[in-house]
């Protein structure tokens, strides 16, 4: 069944992971490696026992929870017999998570990127087997998401201390200086993540007031999206770990560099790909539905929307970077700009000005007016950076 705590518990779990990378990065990039071996522990520790609380309260207070959400006292037997699986699930896999955090701050995006397909596969493959083979029903994909992840920290985890990543030795030295630096970027960051659920209902809103064919057409839209984006989802993972590096090092011009790469990389590849969607929009719509109205409108986002993934991706990643340069506030700044600035009220002045047509041109301007806007704000954030590590 549908869980309404799994967006925060992912908000918090990709917090952490940033914060994570974030630091134990720059740690390294200043040789300071013993130092990013006791911070890796520390953060270990501190996630484990943060989603250890949150599944336990969760837990004590469930039947508080489905009665706020409008369930009712029959749905019970249901929540303890799935809810009783899944928060161990979601312990191991934010416990699985971290691990990842630690390889990429490392440098290592292979051994995640296995793990990571690994444990799909093995929750894709043990599904069908638990709910139908061993007649589990509801609870065997909660069986299936918990073996998945527990087998993912049995990879991971290993390796991690085979290459000396994690101690557990000295944890506990400064502690508090050490624990307001990993809450100090995971807070922001949790709360960038949870900012795109709260945009994307406002724009489901404001497309709904078009019809049941709109609200269709914009979900396969969005199914597009994630698709193009890909991407700029590899460089928000790969990128920062080298930024912290070069931002520990004190190496500012290395860091301009990489992200003059990567910007111009991304934005050549997405104007690539949207120019392909735009030719082929007419069978790529019938495809996707048999509708002729959905199609039409599927026809437009892929006409409209595409190209200012570029800007998109320009913001997705400056976000990023501002985590790995530790101005997290700053990064946050930028998420509530985009969505909130730029986004929603462009497609409401589209939706406006010209109807739906008008709605999805306002959705790729927002995207390209947020990409301007992230680009003058990570600026400013770059330079202050700069100069208080220089201490100016």
Known sequence: MYNPYLSAF??????????????????????????????????????????????????????????????????????????????????????????????RANGNTLLPGFGMVATSLINIALDPLYIFVFDLGLAGAAWATLNSFFLGVLIIYPQIFKRGWMIFSHIFNNFVEKTRSILSIALPAMTSQLLPALSSMLATYLVASHGTESVAAWGMG????????????????????????????????????????????????????????????????????GNPQIAEIVGWYL????????LLGVCMLLVSASNAISRPMDGLKISVARLFICYVPCMYLGSIINDLPGLMVGAAAGNILAGIVSIWMFRRAFAQAKAKRHGV
């Open 10 to 103: 992912i908000g918090i779990q990709v917090g952490i992971g940033i914060a994570t990378t974030a630091l134990i990065s720059q740690l390294l990039g200043a040789n300071k490696e013993q130092q990013a071996k006791e911070l890796a522990g520390l953060i270990v520790l501190i996630g484990s026992v943060v989603f250890a609380v949150l599944a336990l309260i969760t837990w004590l207070f469930r039947a508080q929870i489905v009665q706020m959400l409008g369930g009712t006292p029959e749905l019970m037997p249901y929540v303890d017999e799935f809810w009783a699986i899944w928060l161990v699930g979601a312990f191991f896999g934010a416990f699985v998570y971290f691990g990842y955090s630690i390889c």
């Open 222 to 289: 969005i199914r597009v999206e994630f698709f193009s984006i890909i991407l700029v989802l590899a460089m928000t993972m790969s990128l920062p770990p080298m930024i912290g590096k070069a931002y520990g090092a004190q190496d500012f011009g290395h860091i301009a560099l990489l992200l003059k790469l990567a910007i111009k990389s991304l934005v050549i590849w997405q104007l690539g790909l949207a120019v392909i969607l735009w030719l082929f929009e007419a069978p790529i719509s019938q495809a996707l539905t």
């Open 303 to 310: 006409m409209y929307i595409p190209a200012s993934y570029a």
